[in-house]
């Protein structure tokens, strides 16, 4: 994501963070916050196995990712190096970009519009637009998280809610940044084909769309909540998640939830009158089909080639490994019981 116009800005500013790991139907209730500190994994430690997606003599070996992760380990990448010296493509994650037709100076004159798209209309308060029961619970959690950080009051509920999140996963031991860098470094050592799956939209009017953005209120009291509601109980269950991946778990993985984890933030965000009127809607589903097209791509023309993938992708019914594996492909999971031996 490129933050040069209105969705784009946005979802950055949203997306450059971890995904929020928030429970679809979490009750709306206020539970007491669980303070048992997560303990995290360190060290030296393998990540999983990967899975192989094959066709006709050629497979795509795919690296399972999750976010976020211990911030105390060190990833053995020594197997997924070595298949990234066989390949010769790799495909990343899908993604959404927004961009404007405006120009290079076109783009340096919307700076100052930026500013103040992160606050909510009419410089309204956190307090003034969210329920009081969602504000009394964002206290507590502002007060153990933040602390007296007095700019996050202005915030729209979906920016104050990432900040929120930022600080907490940090509390808990938890960081980002460690999978791609070495994914980073072996595609220019070996001059690898990088494919990046991404679905364009042009703005061709961002000063209006900023401006209307900055404008209205958009229907964020349920990313919120839901932020809220996961803080509240279950930071320990993203640090379980966390350890599984770095320790190579695949079972454990299998039973903890790895859904989409900011569906509800990312639809609002979607579902704001301005970037609906400009046609950016249904990016999910955009991006996971001109996925599939480049890792198909990809498996046709190299005979090996990597792609990396979140792990809800790899392990959910209704993922883009399973999607392929519908079309045909053979797909092996890491953690596959090996055929019997004659």
């Excluded at 933050?3 to 784009?8: K, P, Q």
């Excluded at 450059?16 to 997560?38: H, N, Y």
């Excluded at 209205?216 to 599984?244: G, H, Y």
Aim: glycine share 6%; charged share 20%.
């Amino acid at each position: 994501m490129r933050s040069t116009a209105l969705a784009c800005l946005l979802l950055t500013s949203l997306w450059v963070t971890p995904a929020l790991a928030i429970q679809e139907g979490a009750s709306q209730a206020a539970p007491p916050i669980r303070d048992e500190a997560p303990v995290m994994v360190s060290g030296k430690l393998p990540g999983p196995g990967m899975w192989k997606v094959s066709r006709n003599g050629h497979v795509m070996y795919v690296l399972g990712t999750v976010s976020p992760l211990p911030k105390g380990m060190e990833w053995i990448s020594r197997d997924v190096e070595q298949v990234l010296a066989q390949a010769r493509e790799v495909v990343t994650g899908p993604s959404y970009q927004v961009d404007t037709d405006v120009g290079f100076f076109g783009k340096l004159a919307l700076l100052p519009s930026l500013v103040g798209v992160r606050k909510n209309p009419g410089d309204k308060k956190l307090q003034e637009v969210v329920s009081a029961e969602s504000y009394a619970r964002w206290l507590v959690l502002k007060q153990r998280y933040l602390g007296r950080d007095g700019s996050v009051e202005k915030m729209r509920p979906i920016f104050a809610a990432s900040e929120l999140y930022q600080a907490a996963i940090k509390d808990a031991g938890l960081g980002s940044g460690i999978v791609w860098p070495v994914v980073e470094h072996s595609i220019k050592a070996n001059h690898i084909k990088l494919t990046e799956p991404k679905v364009k939209v042009t703005i061709s009017d961002p000063k209006a769309a900023l401006k209307e953005f900055r404008s209205e209120s958009i229907s964020d009291q349920a990313c919120f909540d839901k932020m809220l509601a996961n803080l509240e109980t279950d930071v320990a269950r993203m640090a379980q998640r966390a350890n599984a991946w770095a320790v190579g778990d695949i079972d454990a993985l299998r039973t903890l939830p790895l859904g989409d984890q900011y569906q509800t933030c990312q639809n609002a965000l979607m579902q704001a009158p301005a970037a609906q009127k400009r046609g950016i809607v249904d990016a999910e589903g955009q991006a996971r089909r001109a996925w599939l097209s480049a890792a198909e791509s990809a498996i046709a023309n190299n005979p090996v080639s990597f792609a990396v993938l979140p792990m809800a992708e790899l392990l959910e019914s209704d993922g883009s490994v399973p999607a392929l594996q519908a079309k045909g492909y053979v797909v092996e999971a890491p953690d596959a019981e090996a055929p019997p031996t004659e």
